[in-house]
């Protein structure tokens, strides 16, 4: 468990010995705090601790306190799984949040069902979660699909005409490769390289030769944190100069840094607001507080702080005694919710959330610019 919040551990004591346990809302979340995406994880959650920390200091939701129970789930698919069922039945939470992973999500969806418990904000776009509607999934940001669509015709319009693929062969490549497709589609292209490569196990070797081989001026990777990080390292050593484009899975400050002396010029989709673009309510917001704590926004703290503030609007309209079911109709009765400067609305057949998507590159500073 990576925090058991001190409120938790008092209410637990306080019933131990027999006296009033502190009112509190529990909610669970599930998602790798180790391994290659624990740097994007870790801000994710940083960013919606500041949102929730602020809450909890006026004296939470109708008087009751907001608790987060984390687990690391080492972006395993069946550890999430077997978090999610832990936090469900034996930490009894009212509802799961910013779940990590596309196949991660897919294995929980199945206890979401089974025991009526909302999802708000599952730190994926994958679109599985989207079409057909999932009864309990609260989708906040937009589709991989619309990403990867919106990067290759962004590089088309620019005259990139020898673009590669290179994907994850799980559910999120997959995914996120029905979106380039059809951005290839659009600009009557064919991919000079399409490879997938083993996510538990990568070897790049043999798809940076097929890079090289095919003079690809971009590649667009379909993978998540480290992974991509040796990928590009690997077509760099090959004699690639191709443009890397990569997805907002990847939009995090840890993520720039690791790639160091490479990241300059990175392309990286979004799906929220440039984190200093202060016309934005919401970016003002998570920037004052952020700044009071030390802390600099990044857009992977900015998609946890958004989806914050879904969740403490879903609690906040299930009244004083929030319970799993007064909170999934909550959340279905939001209807063009500010977030400030950005409108959620949800409905029995609509759980999308916002549909936001933008372009970044990684500047000279390691900083995501517009």
């Keep these: 468990m990576r925090r058991w919040h001190k409120a938790a551990a008092l209410a637990a004591l306080a ?3 027999g006296l009033p346990a502190q009112a509190q809302i529990l909610v669970g979340q599930t998602a790798g705090f180790s391994g290659i995406v624990a740097a994007g994880v870790k801000e994710t959650a940083d960013g919606a601790q500041l949102y929730l920390d602020m809450v909890n200091a006026r004296g939470g939701v109708n008087g009751q306190k907001i608790e987060v129970i984390s687990l690391d789930d080492k972006f ?3 550890l999430a799984a077997e978090n999610a069922r832990k936090l ?5 939470v009212t509802a799961l949040f910013l779940t990590r992973g596309t196949p991660h999500n897919e294995a929980i969806v199945p206890l979401l069902d089974k025991h009526g418990v909302p999802l708000v904000g599952p730190s994926t776009g994958a679109m599985v979660l989207h079409k057909p509607v999932r009864k309990h999934v609260f989708n906040v940001r937009a589709t991989y699909q619309r990403e990867a669509e919106k990067v290759v015709s962004h590089l088309a319009s620019m005259g990139i005409t020898r673009i590669g693929v290179v994907l994850a062969d799980d559910s999120f490549g997959a995914d996120g490769l029905a979106g380039a497709q059809r951005g290839l589609e659009q600009a009557k292209l064919q991919p000079v390289v399409l490879e997938k490569f083993d996510r538990a196990k990568p070897n790049f070797a043999p798809i940076a030769a097929k890079v090289v081989q095919s003079q690809a001026q971009a590649v667009l990777m379909l993978a998540s944190g480290s992974a991509v990080v040796d990928g590009y390292a690997a077509f760099r050593n090959a004699g690639s100069t191709a443009q890397i484009v990569t997805l907002s899975n990847n939009a995090s400050s840890g993520f720039a840094k690791s790639l160091g002396a490479n990241a300059r010029g ?6 929220f607001p440039n984190e200093r673009s202060s016309h934005y309510p919401l970016v003002r917001e998570a920037h ?13 703290m900015l998609e946890g702080y958004t989806a914050a503030k879904v969740l403490v609007e879903g609690l906040r309209r299930a009244g004083p005694k929030p319970t799993r079911e007064k909170v999934q109709v909550a959340l279905e009765s939001l209807q063009k919710f500010d977030l400030g400067g950005l409108e959620i609305t949800y409905g029995p057949d609509d759980h999308t959330g916002l549909d936001f998507a933008d372009l970044s590159i990684i500047g000279t500073d ?3 610019r517009r």
Aim: aromatic share 4%; proline share 6%.
């Design 15 to 17: 019933t131990m010995l």
């Design 76 to 78: 395993d698919p069946k």
């Design 88 to 92: 469900i039945e034996e930490h009894n």
């Design 266 to 271: 990175v392309i990286v989709t979004q799906v």
């Design 288 to 300: 004052d507080l952020a700044k009071a704590k030390g802390q600099e926004i990044s857009p992977a």
């Design 366 to 368: 390691g900083k995501f």
